[in-house]
């Protein structure tokens, strides 16, 4: 079955460091991706999102661009801030399915002054 | 303000004692779902409903209920809480996807933390 796996947490990184966080999928078709954000206490909300291969979605400084070749879709940004630690959750929806979304374990990003 | 509402934020009970969660979107979106996040699984979609009267099960459906009279409310039900329902459980709303250009994409409550002892 279709499926997502992300990269294990928590990633530690100093304020204006570089970020990636790994996402692969396995999907039948050609899925949409999302990566969703969760700060704490709060619910999740959609970060980006792309719709077919070599899409790139961007938000807030954040990227991820759709690589149908490697079935990766990779969170980065530039320089992070103390106000982007949350966890980082990615996501697929199946192409003629319903409206579910396939969650990744999610990663948890702490940024240090 | 365009949201999903979700009652109680935080709840203990004990095993056996019926509780139920309430959703509510007022976006008119058909589309609602539940899910349960735990460490190390992620979310995990408990039951899903399209449209009013239609809901059908997810992945994980055991012990739960649900019911869509209204298009605006899908309040998740425990019969009978076990230990193993202690999670942190997340109401989830969009519009049908129907299309290419309609991802599904959802928009979430804030949770609620469940306890049972």
């Known amino acids: 079955g279709d499926s997502v796996t992300q990269m294990e947490g928590p990633v530690t990184l100093s304020e204006e460091a570089f970020l990636t966080i790994n996402c692969t999928y396995t999907a039948t078709g050609y899925p949409s991706l999302f990566w969703y954000v969760q700060y704490p206490g709060e619910g999740l909300q959609l970060l980006l999102k792309a719709t077919k291969a070599d899409d790139k979605g961007s938000n807030k400084g954040f990227e991820a661009t759709y690589r149908k070749e490697t079935t990766s879709f990779h969170l980065e940004k530039g320089s992070v801030q103390v106000s982007d630690s949350a966890v980082y959750f990615c996501?697929?929806?199946?192409?003629?399915?319903?409206?579910?979304?396939?969650f990744g374990t999610g990663t948890l990003l702490a940024v240090q002054p | 303000e365009a949201q999903v509402t979700q009652n109680p934020r935080y709840l203990i009970t004990v095993t056996g004692k019926k509780l139920t969660v309430t959703c509510s979107q007022n976006m008119n979106h058909e589309y609602m779902s539940w899910y349960r996040q735990d460490p190390g699984l992620g979310l995990r979609q408990i039951y899903y409903s399209m449209n009013v009267e239609v809901t059908d099960k997810g992945d994980v459906p055991e012990g739960y209920k649900v019911s869509r009279k209204e298009k605006r409310n899908f309040p998740l039900i425990l019969e009978s809480p076990s230990p193993n329902q202690t999670s942190l459980y997340f109401c989830?709303?969009?519009?049908?996807?129907?299309?290419?250009?309609?991802?599904?994409?959802?928009?979430f409550g804030e949770g609620s933390r469940l306890t049972v002892l």
């Open positions: 989830a709303s969009s519009l049908l996807r129907t299309g290419t250009y309609n991802t599904g994409e959802l928009f």
């Open positions: 996501a697929l929806s199946a192409r003629g399915a319903t409206n579910k979304l396939i």
